[in-house]
């Protein structure tokens, strides 16, 4: 009798990883809110949603390939060489390209160990075992990361700031972290919400990519309106784009998100206006909540709240008292193993007083 398998059979450890939980939506039809995906509560800027549909009438034709009129825009806003940047099918695309480019068999990639599950996941995809390290305070702990390496680490992911829990590092902190590191490893800076943060410390990064030959920094279109489209890109060394360019599909990104993302980037009173509105109220129910010594909330520098619960059990029934009245946040237990925790995502004014005069009438009941 042959030994061989009746079907094909994935590579060792795919069916190890456990796959990507997305935030919930409401019932089709229902009017319920949605906070559990960090979109923008503004939806996308009106030039972006104008260049797409422009987009439409070309739709027989492949998109160029390179996403030159996207990088172009980019490194005009951003200051940025244009032939230093690569486009992906949202930043997740990027990511995954990085590690099939970096990671293999025996290797490691360090994470702190509430950064973005999907860190883990093309970590082992890629064949290559994940070290989490321990946080000071839900907050990346630089000594600990470092400590963390081996021989054999050839990744290091941090998303600043940092999802679920809205901290981040200041530049100065990133720059120590850099210095702590072998030339092959490579620091990868996933700048998801670089958009929404206030902290006069902060930098996304492009200079210590400019300076050095280990670090890339990877941002995303998709919290600032573009969700749908799909519009991810890096900023690397010419030896790390010309390798992500290899291996990345020949129209990774199609033409109406390579034309909405050029208009995004272009569009500075949308960007300006989406990223007050973040602002105003995610300190207003930052405080709100605070006020009772109930919850805890984490200072957020990102588009979300991480807000602490007595214990697991008072959250699921926020959860669910918040589900009921038509308000969907985020559930963490599962993906990140906070079981004590929600994150809510800052939406409009009415989304917000509606979280927090619920959350705070529970306490009063509880």
């Keep these: 009798m042959s030994d061989a398998p009746l079907r094909p059979v994935p590579q060792p450890g795919i069916l190890d990883i456990a796959p990507y939980l ?200 998709s919290k600032m309106g573009l969700a749908a489209a799909r519009i991810g890109w890096m900023f690397g060394p010419d030896h790390v784009i010309d390798a992500i360019n290899r291996i990345r599909g020949p129209f990774n990104v199609n033409l109406p998100a390579q034309l909405a993302g050029a208009a995004a980037a272009r569009d500075s009173e949308f960007n300006d206006k989406l990223k007050a509105h973040n602002a105003q109220w995610r300190d207003w129910i930052t405080a709100e909540l605070d006020e009772s010594n109930h919850f805890r909330v984490i200072p957020s520098q990102a588009n979300f709240v991480m807000v602490l619960f007595p214990d697991a059990e008072h959250a699921a029934l926020a959860f669910e008292t918040l589900r009921e009245r038509g308000l969907i946040v985020r559930e963490i237990g599962a993906s990140y193993g906070i079981h004590d925790a929600l994150r809510i995502s800052i939406g409009s004014e009415q989304a917000m007083r509606g979280v927090a005069g619920i959350l705070k009438a529970l306490v009063k009941v509880a």
């Design 22 to 221: 997305p935030g919930k939506s409401g019932a089709p039809g229902s009017n319920s809110i949605k906070l559990s995906a960090n979109e923008s509560p503004l939806g996308a800027s009106p030039k972006a949603m104008e260049a797409f549909r422009a987009a439409s009438e070309h739709l027989d034709i492949y998109p160029e390939g390179s996403s030159r009129v996207l990088r172009t825009a980019l490194g005009e806003v951003h200051g940025l060489d244009p032939a230093l940047i690569v486009c992906g099918n949202g930043s997740d695309d990027l990511l995954h390209l990085l590690a099939q480019c970096y990671l293999g068999e025996g290797d490691e990639a360090v994470m702190n160990r509430y950064g973005f599950s999907v860190y883990p996941i093309i970590t082992k995809a890629a064949g290559a075992a994940i070290v989490m390290v321990d946080e000071d305070d839900y907050t990346a702990d630089v000594d600990a990361l470092l400590a963390a390496v081996t021989p054999r680490t050839k990744i290091i992911w941090l998303a600043n700031p940092n999802n679920p829990t809205g901290t981040y590092l200041p530049d100065a902190e990133v720059r120590r972290l850099h210095a702590g590191l072998r030339p092959d490893i490579m620091l990868v800076i996933d700048n998801a919400y670089a958009e929404y943060v206030t902290a006069e410390d902060f930098t996304v990064g492009a200079d210590l990519v400019r300076e050095a030959s280990n670090v890339v920094m990877v941002r995303t279109f």
